[in-house]
């Protein structure tokens, strides 16, 4: 076992390096016997890395790269402000070198095909216009012609010449409008796949969407079948009380911006912060029971009423409604997201209340 001390700084430190005389990954056996390489400490990083495996082994959970991320999340918050800064650095530059690029290059290939569409459908609408143009100006050429004519065989011969240039202008023209749908269908195609493979929501910067938050629960569900931890979905949006007091469409649209803001900056890197439609947010708390879910409520509302929103020259105290649920294997994602909503209208309905729990989620918790 390592064993883990606070320092001044409250960092983590090691005392004793593991496995005794036996060389550790990267050292050799003449390095390990030396007394003083004993007494030197290993990085930081390596210390808390150490300290986060091995809470998962003692609350017997799988280290995968997944969970050793949410772990990684929830000890970090226990440390120093200086050590979390060093971290952010690190992840920062990791972030920034190890973005996706197989989406990020098949994102490019799409989007590029899409604009060789619209500059094709732009050339060919200036093609339209240069025929429609054509088309005026033999018009007012042959009106022109008839004015000075009285010979009907004339004005037949003028007549049956304009007729033959608008046939062949238009004929043309039919042709590119033809291409022109066309061009129009392949660039939607490629617009609508691009939106189907988008996971952020489009209305608020930041956040999940809808779609991203259903799959994120249904893995969650799966992954608790199988390891059988605890963990839980939020809900929350506008207090009615409040949205009564501000009345406009655009002062509510403006709270409920305010509200999912405070909602990313109370979140962990490791939560799923999603909008679920209609100003209602949703929160995946993974390992997160009940009680923890509701401090994290707590926290969140308290942001919330202590922020001020200014609208139609009055200052409004901002008042949530949160509905919570845990994930269980037993139900289905609809199910859970029904139970969670249910429970978001409970809070509506009781003008004392903030916080309303999904029906049977509480006692099965304290059990």
């Known amino acids: 076992m390592i064993n883990f001390k606070q320092d001044d700084n409250g960092l983590i430190d090691v005392t004793k390096k593991p496995g005794g005389d036996k060389p550790l990954f990267g050292e050799t056996q003449e390095s390990t016997s030396n007394d003083g390489a004993l007494d030197e400490p290993i990085t930081e990083v390596e210390n808390f890395a150490k300290m986060i495996l ?9 280290p995968t790269p997944n969970n050793y991320q949410l772990y ?3 000890l970090l918050d226990e440390q120093s402000k200086d050590f979390k800064k060093h971290i952010f650095e690190i992840m920062e530059l990791e972030e920034a070198s190890s973005s996706s690029e197989e989406q990020l290059y098949q994102l490019e290939t799409k ?5 060789g569409y619209i500059k094709k459908m732009l050339s060919t609408i200036s093609t339209v216009y240069n025929n429609f143009s054509k088309m005026l100006t033999i018009s007012k050429k042959r009106e022109k012609e008839l004015d000075s004519i009285s010979n009907p065989l004339a004005i037949q011969n003028i007549a ?15 042709k590119q409008l033809l291409e022109l749908k066309q061009l129009y269908a392949k660039s939607n195609t490629i617009i609508q796949e691009i939106s189907a493979g988008s996971i952020f929501d489009q209305e608020f910067s930041g956040l999940y969407n809808q779609k991203y938050l259903i799959s994120q629960i249904d893995k969650e569900t799966k992954a608790i079948s199988q390891f059988n931890h605890n963990s839980t979905i939020v809900f929350a949006k506008l207090s009615s009380k409040v949205t009564k007091e501000i009345v406009s469409k655009k002062g509510i649209l403006l709270a409920t911006r305010t509200v999912a803001k405070l909602f990313l900056k109370t979140s962990r890197r490791s939560d799923v912060i999603a909008h679920y439609g209609d100003g ?10 009940i009680e923890n879910a509701k401090r994290a409520t707590n ?3 308290d942001l919330v009423t202590a922020a001020h929103f200014f609208f139609d020259d009055k200052d409004i105290e901002l008042g949530i409604s949160i ?5 269980l294997p037993i139900r289905t994602t609809d199910d859970t997201v029904k139970c969670v909503l249910t429970a978001l209208k409970q809070v509506d309905a009781n003008p004392n209340a903030y916080l309303a729990v999904c029906a049977g989620d509480e006692n099965e918790s304290e059990e």
């Open 160 to 174: 049956n010449s304009l007729h033959k240039d608008l046939s062949t202008v238009l004929g043309m023209s039919k």
């Open 72 to 74: 990684f999340d929830r």
């Open 323 to 327: 509905g919570v649920a845990k994930i």
């Open 54 to 62: 091995d809470r998962m082994r003692e609350e017997n959970i799988p």
């Open 111 to 115: 989007l590029k095909e899409d604009i």
């Open 280 to 289: 209602i947010f949703a929160m995946v708390l993974k390992y997160t029971d």
């Open 299 to 301: 926290r969140l509302e």
